[in-house]
């Protein structure tokens, strides 16, 4: 059996300006919150919309496309995969998931 995939395909709009910075040997890194709306019948048969919200984050080249193009409300294809940050702050475990992108596409304007 094999080891395992770990790969994850988001189309969505950007929640903000992406956040570019660099790290002290120069690799840029961009990270933007990520808003995926499906549609789905409910129990009663309406149709109802629910939308999910990712964090992304974006290393190199494809760091600096991101933080150079796109803007909020953004359309952008992501290929990546996900990650799981754990830290402590004053005792208490903090968690937070993150895709981390290793491939991006630009689909369109704000709100195209």
Request: hydrophobic share 30%; no cysteine; net charge positive.
């Amino acid at each position: 059996m094999g080891k395992g995939v770990n790969q994850v395909t988001l189309i969505g709009h950007i929640g903000k300006d992406p956040e570019l910075t660099y790290t002290q040997s120069s690799l840029a890194i961009a990270k933007f919150s990520l808003a995926t709306t499906e549609s789905k019948k409910n129990t009663a048969g309406n149709w109802e919309d629910k939308t999910s919200w990712h964090s992304i984050v974006l290393f190199g080249k494809t760091a600096e496309t991101a933080g150079r193009y796109l803007i909020k409300g953004s359309q952008v294809y992501i290929e990546g995969s996900i990650d799981y940050q754990e830290w402590e702050t004053d005792g208490v475990k903090k968690y937070r998931t993150v895709i981390t992108g290793q491939k991006m596409q630009m689909l369109g304007g704000k709100g195209n």
